[in-house]
Each structure stands twice: as C-alpha cells, then as structure tokens.
C-alpha cells in the first residue's frame, strides 16, 4: 500500500513570497490533515478535511494560508506572503474513519525555508 | 497552554536495557493516547496507542501505560535497539467530531551499542 505523498521535500523562498505544497493521501482515507511543525516543537494542526469538506481550521492563519481538497482526494495549502515565523515542516496526514481517525499516517513532510 | 507535555527533551540508554517515555497532559477530555516515532526527514510513524478504558497495551517490545488519576502515560521498550533512536511524540485525543490529536513536543532517544 503506497503512503502518503507530498511535494515538494523542501522549499526556500524569501519572505512575502508565495509557496504551495501537495498531498495525495493514502487511498481510501477520507480524511485529511495538514500539520505544522515547527523546530523543537510537535506538530500543530493547521486544517482538517473529511472528504472534500473543511471539519476545522480553528488554527490556520486564514490571512496568509489556505488549503483545499478537490474531488475529496489531493489538497494543496498555500501561504501567501509567506513571513519568516513560517519556516517549519509541513506534513500532511491521512486516516481511514473506520480506526476512527486516530491513527494517522503521515507523509514525509515539506521543509520550507523563509529568509 | 501545553495540554500534552514531554519533559524529557532527550533519553539515553544502553541497547538491551528498557527505555521509559514519559508523557503528562492536562486535558480530563482526552480519551485515546497514541504515541509515534519520527526519524530524521520523515513523517512520523505511529508505534501504539491506548484507549481510556484501558491501562496497559502491548505490542512486542512497546508497552504504553495509562494512569488516568496523575494524567500520565509512559512508553516501556524493552530491550532497547539501537534502531528505536529516533523521536518519539505522545498525542491526545477527545472523542469527538474531528478526532483531533493534540502532541507533545518529543523526547530524542538514543540507544547507545
């Protein structure tokens, strides 16, 4: 069974750039999570979709950051502009909802970059 | 406001002997307990997890345990590898819509030969 994938593994942009990054989940996951994780820290849910749905994005930044999912599969999250607090690992995540969408299986991650 | 805390920024321990994670949080609402492992440039992996109902989940060398009164749960391994170097999160959860996991800031292990 092939994991989640993302694209691309890593990204250096200067500040007030823009940058998105992909996702394909694993198929037949319903749900969909994007993850900040910033140096030293665990990783911080930004949103989180069920399908094509957003379930919550109670801590996206929604002034500089938005995520879709189209066709309740790939999603993209984008910043624009992009500040220097931003540099972290973007991971994505997927979960199928009959473990009950505990257990989340997680893509290798996004490392951005803001000078 | 740290609702799941890992205080032990690092852990060391000879191969063969057991590790100890150590977890705390705050949040009487949380329910299921998961703990991952992440090694360097990967996405974190999930190792084992532990129901409420529960105080004691096995699985080969990883044992997780729940202490529901002191709001603490731990990571046995035993014996140790040196391929478990890695860092190991603890994440929470409330039963609920989104299933939410909320995770600590990780302990480094390192298994010394």
């Known amino acids: 069974e092939a994991g989640v994938a993302q694209s691309p593994r890593y990204k250096i942009i200067e500040k007030r750039q823009s940058v998105a990054f992909w996702c394909n989940p694993i198929?037949?996951?319903?749900?969909l999570y994007w993850y900040q994780q910033i140096l030293g820290q665990g990783p911080k849910l930004l949103i989180q979709f069920q399908n094509n749905g957003v379930v919550d994005d109670s801590q996206l930044p929604k002034d500089r950051f938005s995520a879709e999912r189209l066709k309740g599969v790939d999603s993209t999250l984008k910043i624009q502009p992009a500040k220097l607090e931003d540099s972290a690992v973007y991971l994505c995540a997927s979960s199928f909802p009959g473990s009950g969408g505990y257990e989340q299986y997680f893509g290798p991650g996004t490392r951005l970059t803001v000078t | 406001d740290q609702q799941v805390k890992q205080n032990s920024p690092s852990l060391s321990v000879q191969e063969g002997r057991i590790s100890i994670l150590n977890c705390d949080y705050t949040?009487?609402?949380?329910?299921?307990f998961l703990w991952y492992k992440k090694y360097p440039a990967e996405g974190p992996t999930f190792l084992i997890s532990?129901?409420?109902?529960?105080d004691k989940n096995e699985d080969g060398r990883f044992t997780v345990f729940l202490n529901k009164s002191a709001k603490h749960l731990s990571l046995h391994i035993v014996p140790s590898q040196p391929g478990d170097s890695a860092v190991y999160f603890c994440?929470?959860?409330?039963?609920?819509?989104?299933?939410?996991?909320?995770f600590g800031t990780g302990t480094l292990l390192a298994v010394q030969p």
């Open positions: 949040n009487s609402m949380f329910d299921y």
């Open positions: 532990i129901s409420s109902i529960k």
């Open positions: 198929s037949g996951h319903a749900t």
């Open positions: 994440a929470a959860s409330a039963r609920g819509a989104t299933n939410k996991l909320i």
